[in-house]
Every structure is written in C-alpha cells, then in structure tokens.
C-alpha cells in the first residue's frame, strides 16, 4: 500500500536553550518490505548523516544560537508490501546480539513467569507460539496512554497491565529473550485506513531459525503488512527512537 | 584556555574579593557602633543590611539586626551566599578545580584560609573578635593577591583572576557608596556626624589616610565621593577599577573585537570624564546604580565572549 | 605450595645477580637511615598531591597507596624477554577487535563461539564497521604480569579499556631518584620519565584523517571526584594537553570541540578516561553527564579518535582470557612468548567437575567484575564459602573461571618487623600507535603489603615500588 507520510515533532522550552543536539531516527530505508518513493526532512539547521551501530540511517540536528523550540519534519510516500510474510532485513548484526536483555527489556519476576509458559511451545513450534506469545501479551496489557512513559522498563509496564505501543514492544522482546528467540524492537509508521491518518508506532520482530527475521504488531495484535513503515530498529526504545536529544538552558521543555 | 578554567579564575577573584569586601565592612560597622555616642547601635547593624541586601533571608533567621545576629549571619552562615564562610568556600572550591592553573602557594592559601573558617563557630569567633577576625580576613586577601602577583604567569589565568577582582570591587564599592551617601543624607549631618560616618566609609576602603594626603583638608561627603568615584590614584575607587577591568580585557581579546570590551570601555569613559559636581546634581545614587547595572551586564557578556557557561 | 621465588634471593639464598646494588645498599645503610628515608618518601607523596579516593568512603577521604623503598630489579635479559612476549599479545589483541568488528573471521573459524561474543555485554553493537585510525583499538594496555621462579611469568590480566597506575610509576621513579641518587648512579636504571612523550606520540599517529597537521590531544576525565583523577592531572600536564571534562567538549558539524576563551577549538583525539556507558548520553547511558552527546556520531563517521577505543572490553573479559593463547595463534601464527596461568573454564563440562572437586586448592573468578572483590581464594576459604561459591558456579557456569593459587614471587620489603619478602606483580604499560609498540622498561610494581597476602590491589591494602631495569 502506497502510505503518505508528514510527520512534525516539536519541542518547546520555557526559556530559551543555548545548545541542542539531536539524534534523529527519521528516514526510512528500502528493504524487502518497502520501497521510499520520496522522502525529505526539514529541520531548523543542517542535518548531518550518520549510520548508527543497528545499521539505521540517522541524522544530527545540532543548534547552537539561543531557541525556544526545535520543529522537524519529515515527509514523504512509501509503497509497503501488502503480504505478512515479508522476510526482513538481516543488518549488520548476527541475530544472536539480540539476546541480549536490555534495562528496558528483562523479564524478571511475573513477566518471566509469564514469558515461560510458551517454553515449550516455542522449542516444538516457534511460528505458532510466538503468534500466541503476541496475543497473549496483547491481552495481558491494556492499551492505555497515560500510564507508562519512555523509560518505564517491560517489568513495570506488565506489572501495570497497560501500557502504549512502545510497552507492548518491549514486553514481547523481553519474553522472546528470555525463551532465547532473539528479538528486536522497532520503530516506524503506521499508516491509517485509506482515508489517511498516521501515527508514530512501535512494534517489534522475532528471528525464527531457518526463516530469518518477522515481524509483530502486539499493539494491534497482527503481523504486519501493507501500512507499516518500518524506520528503525535496535535492542529497544533507546536504540530505535525517533529523536533522542540533549540541550544546555532552556527550563521545561514540551513536546 | 578553558573557557571552565577561565570561569574558575574569574570567580576564584570575584569571591576573594567579596570576602575582603564585608570584613571591611562589618569591621567599620563594628567601629562606628563602638564610638557612638548612646543609643541606636542597631542602625550600623541596619546600614549592613541596607548595602548589603538580604533583608528577607536574614529575617527569616533572626529577629532583629543585633550585633550578634547580623555577623553571624555575615560571617558564619552557610546559608547565606554573601557570608564570608560562603565566598571563601567558594574560591576554594573554584581553585580546586584549577590546579593546574594556579601556583602551590595559591592554592595552599586558599586551602589553608578555607581551613580557618571551616573550623570557626560563634563561640570561637566571639572569643577571637571581630576586629581580629576581620583583620585576618583581609590579611588572607592581601596574602592571596601578593602570591597570585608573584607567583602566577602574568598570561589569560591571570587576567581572568584580575577580572574577577576588579568587577567584584567596584560592585561592593559602589553599593558601599550609595547606600551610605543616602542614609547621611537622610540623617542629620552635623560636622561630628560627618566626620564620623564618613570617617568610617573611609576606613572601610582603607582610605583614611589617603583622604588627609590627597585633599589636606576636612572631611567633606563631596570629596569623599570624589575620591571614590574618580580618582585614579585611589586602587578601590571605581575608576581604577574600570581601567584595571579594561587593561586585562585588552590583553585577553587578543587583537580581536570583543563586546565585552565595548561596555568595558563605555563604563570606563563614564567614569573618566566624571565631574563630581555634576553627578551629585543629577543624583549620585541613579549614577551609582548604573554603574552596579553596568558591571553586571559586563559580567554576563564575559560569560558569552568567552565560551563560559550562561 | 610450591617454594615461593623470591627476587632478591631466589630460591637457593644467595642473592640473584639484578640485585646485587640493591644488596649492598641495604646492608650499607643503617636502620634509623631508612626509617628517616622512608618518612620523606610519605612527605614527598603528600605534597605532589599523589592520593586517591577510596571507593564507598565519603568525598575528600584521600588516602596514600603505600610506596615501598625497596625497588624491585629486572635485569636486560628478563625484560627483553617480557617486552616480545608483550608486544605479541598486544598486537595479537589488537588483530581481535578488528576482526572481531568486522568480519568476525575467528568466529567464523569456531576458535570462540559466536555467542560467546555477541552475548557478552562489552561487545558494543556501536562498533560494528568501525574503521579506526591504524586499526589501533588499544592505544593503552596495562598487562598484569605475575612469576612464579625464575625463568616463568604468567600473564594474569589484560586491562584494555581505562588501565591505571602509571602516574605512581612516573613518581615513584622520581621519588626514589630524589630521595637515593647515589644509589641510581651506582647501577644502571633505564630511565621511565619519556613514557609521556611515547603517550603523546602515541596519541598524535591516530589522529584521524580530517585532523590538520597539528593534531589536537586531549585528555577526557570524569572530573575530580574519580579515584584516579591525579593521573588525569598529571599526564595531560606532561603532555602538554587539555584537560577536559564532558562540559567542556561539544559535537558541532561532525566534529568535536572545546570551548577555550579564544572560540571553539578543534579536537582531534581524546584520550579517555571515562567508561563507554558514560561517553555519550544519546547513545549509552541517558543520565550520564560525564561525556559529551553526539560523539558517537563523529566517530563513527570518523570525525574523532577516542582512545582507547569503545568496545575493548570484549577483549579483556575474564571469559575471552583462556583464549588468547588461541588468538594469538589464529593471528600471528605463533605460540604465545608470555603463558596465561592454567585456566579452567566452568562453562566447560569437563572443567567444571575439576573446579567442584577443588575448590579448597582454586581461585574462583567471576568473569564480569572487578578484581579483588567476587573472588574464592581456595585455600583461605571456610568450608561455607566453598559451598556458596559450589552453588553460584552450578547456577551459572558461564560466570566463572577457576586458577591454581600461584605461589607469586616475593621481593624483600619495609614492614613493621624490619625487611621481609612480600609477594608482588608487575604492570607493564603497553604503548600502540600507528607506527607500532612502544613499551617503557618495567612497569608497575604492586606488593601486597600483609604477610602471605596475595592481593596487591590498592584499593585493599596494596602499595608499590619502584620498578628497575638494569641497562645489561
């Protein structure tokens, strides 16, 4: 499906910041799943590229004269896949770096107790079982902005049994590491219904031995196809987001 | 260098300064209270406050402006961030940062006069007397001037240290000046009255004698403003600390064009053509004030010419 | 036990030969002498500022490592002998991060299994595709050195991310020069004092291809309040560099700065004194205001050198040390000039069960801390202890390796009963820049000041002393 994208993000201090740094994680790549058939970003200063250490295309966005907001936008149509079987990326890393639990990701406590009643599932049919993982986790965790926030761990989100996308990501990736499926978190867009409509999203893939890396939507409860745009991935949140930044002055900042 | 280093240095001066300034002035309050005929002593514990500010947070500690209460609060209190204890604290603490930058001896004086008010309370403080207290204090701001003189690179670090002191002395001085020329000029100003508490500004800058040298004459408010606010000779008049402020920032501009310079400059020519009759006219205290708003714009600018943190 | 190997007398009595100066000065001067002597020495440390925090005490708890007069001798033979068997492993080390974040060709090989390395928490993903300057990733590398007898030194550490302890080789050197100069001019001492300048030349060859031809050094420290912040100090005064802090250096169009009273200034390399979780708060860890945000972005593109570089850590991990004899053979082709202690690996079945079996004769190590602390010392253990550590090693076998105790070699030292052997290491300080291996004659010497103590880190009553190697 062919989906359109303007994306705006700004960030407003109550006085004025002196120095920001930005990392953006806002451009979308060709792969198996997609094709970008257009995409600019606009940013108040020069935007320099760089490649991060997850394979993603990333930019700096650094202003150095006072400001009392940053606004960015990103544009641009991309033609997603229609199937769900879409195989992805590999990137440059082996799969099993993505065992790796991460602060954001472990499964300690109920979550972990959750994560192995699909032990042995996953060992006899891992293609089953982790459609069962996503929706078993799906409907363990609400979906309920306002609860959690972006550093709120998987164990806590669980815990809270509700959470946004970005927590139904974590928990799944959480679980699948902890039953050795290695797992990573991503992050992109999800296109609305053919009359527009689009939202910042997060889901996650799983890597399956013998098949390669798939996808999951455990927010929406579906594998994705047609309407995600996938823009990066890491071990989680952090590694993923679409801007990650730093200033000097500049009290209370809002988004 | 470092802007951080820099910014260490300035206000390794700048707090050293500050300290010398209010044991010269707790220490001249103390005089006058002592020679005052009867009655109201609390008004040179009063006249503290008033130039010094800080009636909020001194009231919220103590009930009223008594002797005791008022040098504790000056001298002692952690909490209070124009207290001796805090500026020497505070050039300690920037030194520290800068040993690199600064010789051994400096930074032993600094560590060994941070040591005597770290180990000082009120009963040790009662017994030793202000006056002696004081003494030492200004004794330790000389020592710490001399050695950093004669025994620092005379590059930037210094200049830097330079900066500090001669903003923070023409701050203090000119907030000594305005405060004291208006409440005698309130009060009734008799020739004892005038001798005396002008006397007691003179003392406060050391500047007693040099008064009787350069005018041979009474004490007059006016001159004593003159000597003060213009004279060149005099090393705590605004003056020769703008000029001081300027030399130093010439040699750190290095050729280029700074704004800092600029207001330096201007500050420096305000003062350099000053007529004294003029300003008492016009108002010596909205003249004053512009030269306390000018330092501290000054001072920010210097935050942004040089990199350092704002 | 074996015989332990004393340095000054071997094990047969009589004095070796590298410290026959050494014995004549210590019969020759009388007691009261060295008492006197030894006094200054504290002074001297006092004064320099040469101190350091210990950990978990409050701030401005600073504490003197203990410096022992006596130095300790190596003589030219030994220590050529030592620097090949160094520069081998260094290098061969070196060979291992570039492979190992690129093409990964040694796992590839199965000499270490793949997840060995991936799942190991210093192998930094941020790495992957890095071409660094001269494909230098340990610019500095402290090798913890121990012997047994005459002729055999163990490798028992690499230290390859932010090794300490130069500083004190540099004033101890000093020290003893200013307190004994006639005893210096009596032997022939290879001299230390130009390891700055080796560091420096060091740093200035992998300065990265945008620098300008005066390339721009800087040393990184967390500040004052780090246990080792003299060192920072002191090395970037004897360089002749900045000493910077995270505040003070800023990311603008793809390259570094610092802020200096005279505009931003270029900086080229940074010699860093900080942990890579605390290099860049976008990147590691969020509320580390140690580093400087975006700098990850210019060195992967290129823009900076950082050394040591980030990701070393994967190379001097406890559970990568049994197999750098196997690198170094993957790698050079050759047999490793300087042996590891015997190491068992509990993660091995095999190895597992002799470890269990002996646990009162071993040395159990975790393979992810800090040395000194989650140790078993078998012999000097209670029969609960073993039993804990029985436990933590069948939970987790990957966690743990396990040494025969070594009987380290003792040199003779000042205690509270006169002169008397105590047991010592040796850490050399390995230089790698673009034009190759520099390595200052000796190293550190750290002793374990309690009688019988094997545990000569600082941290827990350990002190040093001067090291010497003699010209022939």
């Given amino acids: 499906m062919r989906v359109s994208i303007v994306h705006e993000t700004t960030y407003r201090y109550q006085s004025p910041a002196t120095y920001s740094i930005q990392y953006l994680r806002l451009s979308p790549q060709a792969s198996r799943r997609q094709k970008v058939l257009s995409w600019k970003l606009d940013a108040p200063a020069p935007l320099r590229r760089w490649v991060d250490g997850f394979g993603n295309d990333a930019h700096v966005l650094v202003l150095d004269r006072p400001h009392g907001e940053i606004r960015v936008r990103a544009r641009g149509q991309v033609d997603v896949h229609e199937t769900s079987d879409v195989i992805e990326e590999p990137g440059p890393h082996a799969p099993a770096l993505y065992l790796r639990p991460t602060r954001l990701t472990e499964a300690g406590g109920p979550l972990g107790d959750f994560a192995d009643r699909f032990k042995g599932d996953v060992r006899h049919d891992p293609r089953n079982a982790l459609e069962s993982l996503m929706m078993g986790v799906r409907e363990q965790v609400d979906y309920q902005p306002g609860i959690t926030h972006a550093a709120t761990a998987a164990t806590e989100a669980f815990g809270a049994r509700a959470g946004v996308c970005q927590d139904h990501a974590h928990i799944f990736v959480a679980c699948c590491r902890r039953l050795s499926v290695p797992a990573r978190y991503v992050s992109g867009y999800l296109g609305g219904e053919a009359d527009g409509g689009l939202a910042s999203h997060a889901w996650a893939e799983a890597w399956l031995e013998g098949e390669g890396w798939r996808s999951y939507d455990i927010a929406n409860r579906l594998r994705p196809a047609g309407r995600h745009v996938r823009v990066a991935v890491g071990l989680d949140y952090l590694d993923a987001c679409p801007v990650r930044g730093f200033r000097r002055g500049g009290l209370g900042e809002s988004m | ?310 | ?472």
């Avoid at chain 2, 007397?129 to 000389?142: A, Y």
């Avoid at chain 2, 004490?219 to 060149?232: D, Q, T």
């Avoid at chain 3, 071409?131 to 500095?140: I, Q, R, T």
């Avoid at chain 3, 939970?395 to 008397?420: H, M, N, R, W």
């Fill in chain 3, 1 to 472: 036990m074996a015989d332990t190997f004393d340095e000054m007398h071997g094990t047969a009595g009589a004095v070796r030969s590298p410290f026959a100066a050494v014995k004549r000065w210590l019969a020759e001067t009388p007691h009261d002498a060295f008492a006197h002597k030894r006094q200054e020495a504290d002074l001297m440390f006092q004064r320099i500022g040469i101190t350091f925090n210990v950990y978990g005490q409050s701030a401005g708890a600073e504490r003197l490592i203990p410096f022992d007069i006596i130095p300790r001798v190596l003589n030219a033979a030994e220590w050529k002998r030592l620097s090949v068997g160094l520069t081998q492993r260094v290098k061969a080390l070196n060979l291992f991060l570039k492979d190992v974040y690129h093409d990964q060709e040694i796992l590839k090989a199965g000499v270490i299994p793949a997840e060995q390395i991936l799942r190991n928490d210093m192998y930094r993903p941020e790495m992957r595709g890095v071409d660094v300057a001269g494909d230098v990733y340990v610019h500095v590398a402290g090798i913890d050195l121990v012997r047994v007898d005459e002729d055999r030194f163990y490798v028992l550490e690499d230290n390859l991310r932010t090794p300490s302890g130069v500083s004190y080789m540099l004033e101890n050197r000093a020290v003893m020069m200013r307190l004994f100069p006639r005893l210096f001019s009596g032997a022939s001492v290879a001299p230390v004092d130009h390891y700055p300048q080796e560091l420096l030349r060091c740093l200035r060859s992998v300065a990265p291809p945008r620098a300008t031809a005066e390339p721009v050094v800087a040393v990184l420290t967390p500040g004052p309040l780090n246990s080792a912040y003299f060192e920072h100090t002191f090395l970037a005064e004897q360089m002749g560099v900045e000493l910077v802090e995270g505040q003070d250096l800023f990311v603008q169009d793809d390259l570094l700065w610092m802020r200096t009273t005279d505009g931003p200034r270029r900086v080229d390399v940074i010699y860093r004194r900080i942990d890579d979780d605390s290099l860049d708060p976008l990147a590691f860890k969020p509320e580390s205001l140690l580093g400087v945000p975006g700098l990850l972005s210019v060195y992967r593109n290129g823009g900076v050198t950082l050394a040591n570089a980030i990701g070393n850590g994967v190379a001097d991990d406890k559970s990568i040390y049994p197999y750098v004899p196997d690198l170094i053979k993957f790698y050079l082709g050759e047999s490793p000039l300087i042996e590891n202690v015997p190491t068992y690996r509990c993660a091995d079945e095999k190895d597992r069960m002799y470890v269990l079996e002996h646990l009162g004769e071993l040395v159990i190590k975790e393979t992810q801390g800090s040395g000194g602390y989650g140790m078993l010392i078998g012999p000097r253990s209670t029969r609960e202890e073993r039993e804990k550590f029985r436990g933590l090693i069948q939970k987790d076998p990957e966690g743990y390796i396990a040494q025969p105790t070594l009987a380290l070699s003792t040199c003779p030292s000042f205690v509270d009963e006169g002169i008397a052997p105590r047991h010592i290491d040796l850490r050399p300080f390995v230089l790698s820049g673009r034009d190759g291996i520099a390595i200052v004659p000796g190293g550190l010497t750290r002793v374990a000041l309690t009688k019988d103590s094997l545990v000569v880190n600082s941290s827990q009553g350990g002190g040093t002393k001067d090291t010497w190697v003699l010209r022939e």
């Fill in chain 2, 1 to 310: 260098m470092l802007s951080r280093t820099a910014e260490n240095l300035y206000w390794t001066g700048r707090y050293m300064e500050r300290a010398e300034n209010m044991a010269r002035i707790l220490d001249v309050s103390h005089r006058t209270a002592l020679q005052r005929p009867g009655g109201a002593v609390d008004a040179d514990w009063k006249s503290v406050l008033d130039i010094l500010g800080h009636w909020k947070s001194f009231l919220a500690k103590h009930e009223a402006p008594t002797a005791s209460a008022v040098t504790s609060f000056f001298i002692l209190d952690p909490d209070n961030p124009a207290s001796i204890y805090s500026s020497v604290r505070g050039a300690r603490e920037n030194a520290r940062a800068l040993r690199a930058a600064i010789s051994a001896e400096m930074w032993e004086v600094l560590n060994t006069t941070w040591f005597g008010m770290r180990d000082l309370d009120a009963a040790g403080l009662e017994r030793r007397g202000l006056r002696e207290f004081c003494d030492w204090v200004k004794e330790r701001s000389h020592l710490f001037r001399g050695v950093s003189h004669g025994t620092m690179l005379h590059d930037d670090a210094f200049h830097f240290l330079r900066l500090g002191t001669f903003l923070e002395r023409a701050d203090n001085t000119a907030r000594l000046l305005d405060t004291k020329y208006h409440l005698l000029q309130s009060a009734d100003a008799g020739p004892a009255v005038t001798f005396y508490e002008w006397g007691a500004v003179l003392r406060a800058v050391s500047a007693f004698r040099a008064y009787h040298q350069l005018y041979k004459d009474v004490i007059s408010p006016g001159r004593v403003v003159e000597l003060l606010v213009i004279r060149r000779e005099m090393p705590r008049s605004l003056r020769f600390c703008a000029t001081e402020v300027s030399a130093h920032l010439d040699l750190l501009s290095k050729g280029r064009d700074l704004e800092a310079q600029r207001l330096a400059g201007e500050l420096n020519a305000r003062l350099r053509f000053a007529r004294i009759d003029r300003i008492l006219e016009a108002g010596l205290h909205k003249f004053l004030v512009e030269v306390i708003d000018g330092v501290a714009v000054l001072g920010n600018q210097l935050s942004k010419d040089f990199m350092m943190t704002v």
